[in-house]
């Protein structure tokens, strides 16, 4: 079946720096891909939806200068945290909108961020 | 806005035992599907229901969709230690596609 591949799959690092997450489509063009973050013991939050070649549409509340993402290709996807600080520690997940899906959708398997 | 209410927000139950979990929508849903997400985890896709009405059943989980497609449940019969998790329900409104994701119900199982 359709698979995302997501990375790191966990990821640590100290406040003020950067960090990208990569998810790609192994074997389909993902036109649409969406992100979200999770807090423990939440439900996912969407964050934005990025759509290939064109500017991400972020969700309110959600600083796109902070969460920069990139959809360069029908492949991948990336979402940058910049200036990461201890609250930006979540779960984040992407989600490709796959037409040949049954249900449309296929998840990476997620990336713990911790800023220390 | 759309938000979709999803009940109870946790549940501990013996093995054995029966669950149920229950979503009810705002707005009309063009499809809701269900998600299971384990403790670190990823939610991983259950199923999705369409039409009005519609039942569908997976060996011990039973899915319901409403007549008005504006509330589903998933039922569990006996459940087991490997059902524990947190289910979700989630759906599109109209030809949108972003998902409205319920809240959540997180079960416990004890042995």
């Known amino acids: 079946g359709a698979v995302v591949s997501q990375h790191p799959s966990r990821v640590i690092c100290k406040s003020g720096t950067s960090v990208k997450i990569e998810c790609r489509s192994l074997d389909f063009q993902a036109t649409t891909m969406f992100w979200y973050r999770q807090f423990p013991k939440q439900s996912l939050m969407l964050m934005a939806t990025s759509n290939e070649g064109s500017k991400a549409t972020y969700e309110q509340g959600v600083e796109k200068d902070k969460f920069l993402i990139n959809h360069a290709s029908l492949t991948l996807s990336t979402l940058t945290v910049t200036s990461a600080h201890p609250e930006d520690s979540s779960f984040y997940i992407c989600s490709a909108d796959d037409s040949n899906s049954p249900y449309g959708y296929t998840f990476g398997s997620g990336t713990r961020l911790t800023v220390v | 806005g759309q938000q979709v209410m999803q009940i109870p927000q946790y549940q501990h139950v013996q093995e054995g035992e029966d669950f149920t979990t229950y979503c009810n929508s705002s707005t009309t849903l063009s499809n809701i599907q269900w998600y299971k997400q384990r403790p670190g985890g990823h939610p991983v896709f259950l199923i999705q229901l369409v039409k009005s009405g519609e039942v569908k059943k997976q060996k011990r989980l039973t899915f319901q969709f409403g007549e008005a497609k504006k509330n589903s449940s998933l039922h569990i019969t006996a459940t087991q230690t490997t059902d524990v998790g947190t289910y979700f329900c989630?759906?599109?409104?109209?030809?949108?596609?972003?998902?409205?994701w319920g809240l959540g119900t997180s079960l416990a199982v004890n042995p």
């Open positions: 989630a759906g599109n409104a109209g030809n949108n596609r972003k998902l409205i």
